[in-house]
């Protein structure tokens, strides 16, 4: 996998995630719309961060270094969508 599909991995999958948070405010306009535009801001940073360690790589096994951002990537939105999914059921 070459850095620009990483990179191409990020934007979808927290892209996918800032889609849900909206179509849930859209069809759900009782609910409180500052927790889910919290979890936005939360996933518009993680977004920032990753982006970030991936223009300035750690010296070393560049393989492993791409692979740990892979992981990070894929549990903190899994952190976001069980925060989603806890607001959804409030």
Do not use: Q
């Not at 409180?32 to 920032?48: C, F, M, R, T, Y």
């Not at 223009?55 to 560049?62: D, Q, V």
Request: proline letters at 2%.
């Amino acid at each position: 996998m070459n850095l620009r599909d990483i990179k191409k991995d990020i934007e979808w999958v927290i892209g996918s995630f800032i889609d849900d948070c909206s179509l849930f405010l859209a069809y759900n306009s009782a609910k409180d719309p500052s927790k889910v535009g919290d979890l936005i801001e939360e996933a518009v940073e993680l977004n920032n961060n990753l982006r970030d360690k991936i223009n300035h790589p750690a010296e070393g096994n560049k393989k492993a270094y791409y692979n740990e951002i892979i992981k990070e990537l894929l549990v903190k939105v899994d952190e976001l969508c069980e925060k989603l999914s806890a607001v959804v059921s409030e």
